[in-house]
């Protein structure tokens, strides 16, 4: 349809701009024809020109009906209400809705209105700056307010001046809107909803102290409030949404008392607050005496209670206990028994060991005795039948003395000068201490020396470290 629409206004324009086009041309022929006629001799006279005013008068004309139907159709925007306002009946009923409709041309025409939500906003002392934004109009252009509102401001019931910063969201119902068009001033927005907001403020206003309008009843004159906007503007087609009361703006004075009695209040109700945790405290701690007291009682009855059960059953078991305890002592006493024979028993064998003991170590140092006699006579009678065979070798090599004192003085002799006379060195030897009866005990003491060397030979086999102790003793023996 709206392309319809553009080509009706394209063709209407353009048989404007065709016929006017034609009557220029015809109008030039016709300048060009009256020179060439200035300019000719009567001989020869120019052709006259044809001329086609025809195309132009008709064209002319029939251009307005394509301009006037494609006039007769209309574009409502999205967003936006049409009322069809006629110039013979006025406003007719019905409301056009985005889209494209068609009226009557030259006769009818629409008037567009905003259906969305708008928002009026008012401020407080506080603010000092205005916060409302741009608003439209009923033509739907958007053109910004020339001047910032003025404060707006109620009257309490003590006769003080309080500031309100107020938000009213609204939209106009699109099913009035021919109601609106028809009786409403234009524009709604400022010659309705701002003062029907202000009155309905300052009619509710002096029903509350600033007190209670600063906090708490607040919300209350909000509703309140809303409820009354809702009422004046809903016959008038207007919907109110919702209602914001943003900020109150208190007197200067007024705000420093209030602040002060804020204070004390809260200081009140914080003692009280805290008298009550006090009483609640005491509370709570005559309930854990009276559970603990309680439970102490419950705590000893228990108490009796296990004891006697435990009194009854040490006495049911006693029954059974004594035979059991009589058993027992019977079984200790034979026990003890037992032990005394096995100790008794034990002590005569181990008497009787010892006497066994004692019998085979004098057997055994009998036995060592006998040996050791049958030892010292062999030694002895082997040392008789040496001494023999020595004394027959001296007899027959008298210088072996001479070898043997060298052999017993080797380990204090260090140089020994031998003269070349036998018996000259013998008498020396005599005179110096050595007699018959001194070989004889040095050959005696030879023959317990070679048996001691034999026994510290043994003992050497198992103990090396005392070697030297046993050559130290044998070199005293022989000194």
Known sequence: MLLFKYLLILSGYGMIVWSLATASKNL?????????LRKASPDNQPEKPRLNWTTAKWALPAAWLPILIASGIVVVPSGMGGVRVSQASGTRPGTLYPGVHVVTPLVESVALYDTRDQVLTTVSSKDGVEASSKKKDTTGKGEPDEKKPEVFTVQSKEGLSIGMAITVRYRLDPKRLDFIHANLPHPVEKEIVPPAVATVFRELAPN???REIFASKREEI??????????????????????????????????????GLLLKEQEDEQMGVETDMKAKQVRIAELEAEAQKIQQVKHAEGDAQVKVLQAKSEADAMQYTLPLKEKQIQQSRLEAEARKEATVK??????EAKVIDSKAEMQRRTLLADAEAVRIRKIASADSERMKSEADVLKGNPL???KIIAERLSDKLQIMMVPSDAKIFFNDVMKGGITPQVMDNDNATQAADGEEDDQNAEDQENKPQT?????????????
Request: aromatic letters at 6%; charged letters at 30%.
């Open 28 to 36: 030039y022929r016709v300048v060009q024809y009256h020179r060439q």
């Open 400 to 402: 072996l003395i001479n």
């Open 208 to 210: 509350y102290s600033v």
């Open 346 to 351: 034990n002590a005569e064998a181990q008497a």
């Open 222 to 259: 909000r509703q309140a409030a809303s409820a009354r906007l809702i009422e004046k503007l809903g016959p008038d087609g207007i919907i109110v949404k919702e209602v914001m009361l943003r900020d109150i703006q208190l007197p200067v004075e007024y705000a420093k008392g209030l602040e």
């Open 467 to 479: 070697q030297r102790p046993i050559k130290t003793h044998r070199a005293a023996n022989r000194r």
